[in-house]
């Protein structure tokens, strides 16, 4: 966004939009991990939910490490 000069639309709207997008990707990226998640957990035998939890977490902070050196 500029610094300076006249914006076409309120920051509001354009930080609304910003929201919007990042939700938007987040929902893409847990519907295509799935499949992932279904092999991890095939290979770990725990059922409880801790670990299961933990092991999406670690996976998805990973995904967004590769994305963001992308």
Known sequence: MP?????LAPKWLLGFAVVLVLLRLLAIALVYSQVAYE????SSADTNLVPRVALRTAYVAACAL???AL
């Open 3 to 7: 610094d300076a000069g006249l914006s």
């Open 39 to 42: 092999i991890m957990e095939q």
């Open 66 to 68: 590769v994305a963001a």
